[in-house]
């Protein structure tokens, strides 16, 4: 087997989701051939917190094959995106920084689906 040719990431979001427990997640976000324009995503968790993830607020430091993005501040947050099966991933990591206290202990990945836009 071939692998699987890395390709520049494009995307557009802008979408808010919300699960039953009152997990709140929303996201505003533009990737063009694997350069970020905007990210602007905001996450509330029921009696943990929030956390805010601002692209003024990292440093592109990878496009192919997935993006990433890291703390300009000069700690481990990191950023990371990739594509897969139609849908487009933001993932956190070390990202306490970016919360109110002990929210990011609960923060997942958030997920676009790429033919719309719209939040998984």
């Not at 950023?79 to 970016?98: D, L």
Request: proline share 5%; charged share 25%.
């Amino acid at each position: 087997l071939a692998p699987i040719p890395a390709r520049p990431l494009s995307v557009r979001s802008e979408c808010t989701a919300r699960d039953a427990t009152g997990y709140t997640e929303s996201i505003k976000l533009a990737v063009d051939q694997g350069r970020v324009g905007l990210l602007e995503a905001k996450i509330e968790i029921p009696r943990r917190g929030s956390c805010r993830f601002h692209l003024s607020d990292f440093r592109q430091t990878r496009t192919e094959p997935h993006v990433e993005l890291r703390s300009s501040s000069g700690t481990m947050c990191t950023v990371q995106m990739w594509q897969q099966s139609g849908r487009f991933t933001v993932a956190f990591s070390e990202c306490q920084e970016k919360c109110t206290r002990g929210a990011f202990d609960y923060v997942w990945p958030m997920h676009v689906k790429i033919a719309d836009g719209s939040c998984l």
